[in-house]
Nanobody, 116 residues
């Protein structure tokens, strides 16, 4: 059984920092591309950041320069370091692991709330 479990969400003031973690089990972690998404009610889910198996990264324009995605393959964990947080960063952050169309898994999400 594949599980992705996010942690690290919470309430933070604008300008503050937060570090999210997503721990995977039930997969051989290193070949998977790992992605953080976020979503708020009444809005589309947005890709925030992704990191490939080779550790190349991509960020949405809205978080460039403020967020950093990284991975620790030995711990089967992907991280999202968020700084200079803005109220518009508020949302449910969900971790995705994808190797192929069939091998594509999602976590349950963790709430991030940025107070003005």
């Amino acid at each position: 059984q594949v599980r992705l479990v996010e942690s690290g969400g919470g309430l933070v003031q604008a300008g503050g920092s937060l570090r999210l973690s997503c721990a995977a089990s039930g997969i051989i972690f290193s070949p998977y591309a790992m992605t953080w998404y976020r979503q708020v009610p009444e809005k589309q889910r947005e890709l925030v950041a992704t990191i490939s198996s080779g550790r190349s990264t991509h960020y949405s324009d809205s978080v460039k320069g403020r967020f950093t995605i990284s991975r620790d393959n030995s711990a089967s964990t992907v991280f999202l370091e968020m700084s200079s947080l803005k109220p518009e960063d508020t949302g449910v952050y969900t971790c995705n692991a994808k190797f192929s169309e069939l091998l594509n898994y999602w976590g349950q999400g963790t709430q991030v709330t940025v107070a003005p």
